[in-house]
């Protein structure tokens, strides 16, 4: 089992900034991918951005040049920084993990409330 906490969400006004960290812990490997996705009320959950072993990434349209994807191999953690957010940024943000194993982790998700 991999366990994965978030932190880092909060009320911000638009035009404001917010950084995501999940750090995950237990029987995951070394070798991941990792990333953030989110879902608004009402929604279907979707990709926000992923971070790929080799360091590939892949962003939503909706948050490039706005949202950075990064991690910190030593702490198990990655990290998300939002730059310029917008009301409909507004979602609860879910950590996800996968390896070579046919299975996804997800974390309890944490809320993103950007005002307007």
């Known amino acids: 089992q991999v366990q994965l906490v978030e932190s880092g969400g909060g009320l911000v006004q638009a035009g404001g900034s917010l950084r995501l960290s999940c750090t995950a812990s237990?029987?995951?490997?070394?070798?991941?991918?990792m990333g953030w996705y989110r879902q608004a009320p009402g929604k279907q959950r979707e990709l926000v951005s992923i971070?790929?072993?080799?360091?590939?990434?892949n962003y939503a349209d909706s948050v490039k040049g706005r949202f950075t994807i990064s991690r910190d191999n030593a702490k198990n953690t990655v990290y998300l920084q939002m730059n310029n957010l917008k009301p409909e940024d507004s979602a609860v943000y879910y950590c996800?993990?996968?390896?070579?194993?046919?299975?996804?982790?997800w974390g309890k998700g944490t809320l993103v409330t950007v005002s307007s």
């Open positions: 237990g029987s995951f490997f070394t070798i991941n991918t």
């Open positions: 971070l790929r072993p080799g360091g590939s990434t």
């Open positions: 996800y993990y996968t390896d070579s194993r046919p299975v996804a982790y």
